[in-house]
């Protein structure tokens, strides 16, 4: 693999930042400098060293975070707004990325680890893992809404669908809904319910796979158990993505 991804898989940094400090001339393979990122190098074999220190792996770590209303996934924003890594200041961690995407006005449940493989088979469409979300709506649907949602939406020449629509309650001008999707495109939700003229107010993950948000505090992250994670073992354990795939911690997937 390149020399940026191996620093990546290895849980130093993201590739970007790996770029950089290649750049730098920071970092040597088997006792030279390389410049190089795309180098070809085996971090099982190669001694890879970041500023004369030897990179090795990183643990593990597989985090589960309540992503608050207004904060971007990514490590560093240009226009200088709250990132997800503000709510983890003061952890112990390795460098973990997010496993998608919530965009900066959706919230709830968000995973982030520094295991590659494990993200890129729960983000590859194959898995088909579910994810549910309970959607705020000023509007109160009707059957025919329902039906039209549920048969899916063509928006810009893509069609969208979700796995499940249905109604949690509603009041006098409002709606819940709870909608179900085994895959994500961009906005997926936000942009089925717009093409029907229905505005979002509020967005939440609630669920991934068996995984539930449950009480975990807003801002707050916690470490899957062995039994959390095992619940994904039939996803994780699946053939692993073509190389050409879209799906992984850099995916840009938001609803």
Known sequence: MSLCRALSKLGLCSRKQAEVLVAEGRVKVAGKVVRNGSMRVDPGRDRIELDDKRVVAERKVYLMLNKPRGLVTTREDPQDRGT??????????PFVSPVGRLDKASEGLLLMTNDTRFAQRLLDP?????????????????AALL????????????????????????????AWLEITLDEGRNRHIRRMLDACDIEVLRLVRVAIGRLQLGDL???????????????FAASANAPEPHPNSTAGLTSRRGR
């Open 126 to 142: 194959a898995s088909h893992v579910a994810k549910i979300y309970h959607v705020q709506v000023a509007a109160l649907p009707d």
């Open 84 to 93: 997800v890594y503000d709510s983890l200041a003061g952890l112990d961690l």
């Open 217 to 231: 505090a807003k801002g707050k992250a916690r470490h899957l158990t062995a039994e959390e994670r095992a619940m």
């Open 147 to 174: 039906a039209r949602l549920r048969a899916g939406v063509t928006v810009d020449s893509e069609l969208l669908t979700a796995r499940s629509i249905g109604i949690l309650r509603s009041g006098t001008s409002t």
